[in-house]
């Protein structure tokens, strides 16, 4: 597969040490983490810039290392570094009510990885489009945790519809960045 057809930081990290590799999930992660920073409180979930990232990451970096980078995150998070929403780390995070949103969190980028990883997803409309699919994997994985803890109106009440204006935002943001960002990688893996 040429470099163009996959994602530009995969292709950049392609002919490198695995060093490399896990360098770009580390930087992924402590973007994930600094967007966490960024938050709005809002009950019973904050909003914050995560899913920005989390896309910005996915167009980027492709499925293996978003997903990689997710994971790291998390991991890091469990053992009690603050990098989640507000500063929150340890286990408590996992079972409350933000769990189904940290898990739809390595679906989705996962999900989105892959699926730009695709020619035909590089594209600005296409990848808005899964950048969107990604919200609603991240949204309705945090509603069905909420729906056990609250029940299905107040679930979506609360923990969905105050999020999708968001959604919108944060996928046409994470869309004009991967594509000011692209070219860029690109080059940089020419160069080499």
Sequence with gaps: MSPGHVAPLRAFLADRPATWGLAGVLAGSWLIAASSWISTPMYPVPMTLQTFAILLVAGLAGARLAAASVITW?????????????????????????????????????????????????GWLPMMVVFLLGHVIILTAGWLRLVALLGPQPAWDMGVSPFLAGAILKSALAVAMVKLLEPWVRRAVRVD
Excluded: Q
Aim: net charge negative; glycine share 18%; hydrophobic share 50%.
């Design 74 to 122: 998390l991991a890091l998070s469990a053992i009690g570094l603050p990098l989640l929403a507000d500063g929150a780390g340890g286990l408590d995070p996992f079972s409350g009510p933000t769990g189904g949103y940290l898990a739809g969190f390595v679906i989705a980028a996962f999900a989105c990885g892959w699926l730009t990883e695709k020619p035909a997803m590089r």
